[in-house]
């Protein structure tokens, strides 16, 4: 029997907050797994960011000297 993960090796996003659109792997690691922040879950309603609004995302989440 094969699970519904290993069918669908990737899907096709579009970013919550810009609209770009990228590929997450469901069958490995996925992009984001190599970025060093690591954020709260999205936001009621958000779903996966690109990288540029993770990344964008992490760094107003930093705390300020």
């Known amino acids: ?3 519904k993960l290993e069918m669908q090796a990737s899907r ?3 970013c919550s907050r ?3 659109e990228f590929t ?3 069958a490995g690691p996925c992009w984001c797994a190599e970025e060093t922040a ?5 936001l009621d ?3 996966c960011l ?3 609004c ?3 995302a992490a760094d107003s989440e930093r705390p300020r000297p």
């Open 24 to 26: 997450c792997s469901l």
């Open 38 to 42: 690591r954020l709260p879950m999205p």
């Open 1 to 3: 029997m094969t699970n």
């Open 54 to 56: 993770l990344r964008k």
């Open 50 to 52: 690109c990288r540029d």
């Open 18 to 20: 810009c609209g770009t």
């Open 45 to 47: 309603g958000e779903d």
């Open 12 to 14: 096709r996003l579009s």
